[in-house]
């Protein structure tokens, strides 16, 4: 679609839902500096969890264990969801109907059944649960996924552009490093960030498949607010928001600077 | 540009691994497996500075949790803390490492009231870890009057003002005795009674709750509820005004241990454990933070000398030391194997009315 | 001669090409490979084992009986798992019905926006989400709170003069729904109408349809197939959803992602909860199957 100013009651609209995605981040950041021990009523203001938050060793572990993760998954779903996603595209192999209903399987189904199926499996085959097999479940889901994003972006591709190199004579893996990669890298990134945010905030499959001294920060966030939602855990999300936003207003300008 | 950034991708990413194979590497561990919020830093920290031993604290939030993770093979765990109905399970399947006591110098500390008690006679599996129960807590300036039985629960004046245990068995266990029969009924006409009589509580409860009920009792939503004691002690803290008794139908007493899985890699450290949480210096730190019973008499007299205020909190509050007209009228929960599944359903339909 | 060369050359290019198609085949099969063995072995091997354990039962103590037996699959065709199956279900719709009415007009106005502008606007409807998902949930208990912030607010907006009494009940529940799932119905929804073709609406213009009309004959159609994108990917994970409901809705309610749980946690029944999720799987793969023989599958699920 064009662009076109949008009518004022869409705009206003859209800032509304804009602000309703938000209120909660707000709440969030705000309630970080709340004196009062069990958060529910803001009592004052104090950076008392931000120091506890510091002092927390098994906060620092399990941030540790999830970008670990995050990163190793995204890796290796990335390369295999990749490869998947452009045999979907352009090959009519044996299997091709199979193959595609099976890698949609952990899109369709249930976390729940998903994480029960791994556990019943790891142990079926006497794994012992811990990173690794965190880390194999994350890049499970993940290839899909990636699969799914690169497909999209491979949709308009134009074979054309690949068979005039092959043409000028370069034989199938320098064209694909030097002309399809290239082409497609933004849905394979765009498959790589889905992955990574899936991978970080994953909390069901991973609870299933952790075992000792594996926690990750979802599980240990989980754990906390089990038991005592103090506003260390605002703190901790306040921060996580804060890098965020600070690397997204980095790739702006990376991005502003390229044009 | 793009050779740049995935170069640093690849740097980061080599870190992070190094990072993780270096930490792994050492010799002397220890894989504890609890609630959260249960075990002072404090005293991790004391047990690895005095053995050199690293402690990974592993978190659970529910005995069924950690007994249904044990029961699907997960191994690893060296030190694991269940309720006294769990342990029952457990020696039932040879999931326990045995202990033998007399090795545990400190296990003298133990008050005579908590060892040897029916779910592990003898301690030969188990030491008490704290202790508490679950009852009814009030807000005694919120509610029309203060209530003495479970039943007053049901008054409609109560209406959208409880809080209950997000337990099957606590709640269904609470409506067996208001009708007279035992808590750990395994009847099935009693149940099914149990659960209409609890349908008909349906209205007066705000929410269920077993992580931090206490948080709606100090807001003011909810005016009273079946909380455990810890949750009964975290809003007397904040709020003067929080009652906390044994109803006149009974309520439950609750008992949770340190054990050994069976097969545990490092079973020399976990005994070592054992015997450090037994230290009244040690045990104390437990009932600085938490506001659980502890069932370690040396280690309350210390805090009698340590720390006057806190323990005149701690024997003034029922939570914590409950008196024996309260003690005599408790019960513990016992497993009721096969009738699980029956309870569950009754659960399952009671939620969905 | 010159004829006898061209004649060779012929030949060799003719077997390069079928050696080249021939590879291509092999070449697909190849590419795809490490995909499909890595999900047969944990994915597929997995589901088939929690099938075999739906047949089998519970022994007294909570641990696995080797008895083959329908059981479970009986016990769940009653009335009280239907009832709970068809609450999961009116959730998953009420969740996906309110995310379409209130995403379509969030997706157009990102479909219009200025190019430059469009990737910020979608990365700021993604960046809450790179927060932890529980903690959300809780900072909602905090707006919705009687006597809360958003309470609060209207009282001083003067739109009402008492509190709400919003939390725990299935209005707070469907207010957590929708925000967590919003994103999910959003963007493939963006993804489709941004890639409508200016010509189409200006020719619908040319031929005098007002607005309104263009948007009912042309928009909304070629849109379907991000609406289709959307619902699958809210409706499946909203009806396995039980966290929303256990912290918004006061565990007042019991879902069929309860119901699994508990048959995992609590009463420790495996193969019960096994069959419950082969039911629950089963469901959702032919849901979806029926949508996308319907309406295509795939490009606009995302970006």
Redesign the interface.
Known sequence: ????K?SLW??I??FM??G??????L??II?SFNTQK????WEGFTLEWYKVLFND??IFLAT?NT??IA??ST?VAT???T??A???H??????YNT?ET?????I???????G??????F??I?F????TTIT??H??FN???V???V??RL?GYDRAIDEAAMDLGAN?LVTFWRVTLPTI?PGVL?GAM?AL?LS??D?VITYFT??????T??L??????????TPE??A??TI??LI??VL?VFG?I?QRK?A | MKKISLFCFLIIGLALILSACGGAQKSTTLNLYAWSEYVPQQLLDNFSAQYGITVNYDTYSSNEEMLAKLQAGASGYDVIIPSDYTVAIMIKQDMLEPIDVSKLANFGNLDSRFVNRDYDPGNKYTIPYQWGTTALVYDKTLVPSAPKSWVDLWDPAYNGRLVLLDDEREVMGMALEVLGYDRNSTNTVELNQAEQKLIELKPNILKFDSDAPETAIISGEAWAGLVYNGNASLAYQEDPNVEYICPTEGCTIWFDNLAIPKGAPHQDAALLFLDWVLDPQQSILISQEFPYSNPNKAALDLLKTEDPELYDSYMSFPGTNPPDSFLANTKPIVDVGDATTLYDSLWTDFKSR | MITEQAGEKQKNRFSLTRLIRENSRAQGFFLISPANIYLFLLVVLPLILVTILSFLSRGTYGQVVYKFNLTNYTRLFNELYGKVMVFSLGIGLGTTLICLLVGYPLSYFLARAPVRQRSLLLFLILLPFWTNFIIRIFAWMIILRSGGILDSLLQWLHITNAPLNLLYTPTAVLIGMVYEFLPFMVLPLYTSLEKIENSLLEAAADLGAPPWKAFIRVTLPLSVPGMVAGTILTFIPAMGMFVVPDILGGAKTILIGNVIRNQFLTARDWPFGAAASMILMVMTMALTLYYTRKAGFGEELLL
């Open positions: 679609m064009s662009e076109k949008p869409l705009r609209y859209s839902v804009y309703f995605i938000y209120a909660p981040i709440i969030l309630f069990l958060n529910v009523r060793a098994q540790r970008l670990l990163f190793i890796l390369i295999i969801g490869m998947a452009l045999a979907m352009r090959y009519r192999f044996p299997l193959s099976v890698m949609y399987i952990p369709v189904i249930p976390e729940v059944v998903m029960i199926s791994l556990l019943v499996f142990v079926m006497n012992t649960l811990g990173l194999l479940s890049i499970a290839i899909p996924f699969a799914l994003v497909r999209a949709h199938e890298m765009s889905l945010t970080l905030d909390y952790a075992g000792p001294g594996s926690t920060l979802p240990r966030v989980f754990s906390m607010v089990k038991t005592a939602v855990i605002n901790l999300s996580w928001v965020i936003f997204l702006q990376a390229k």
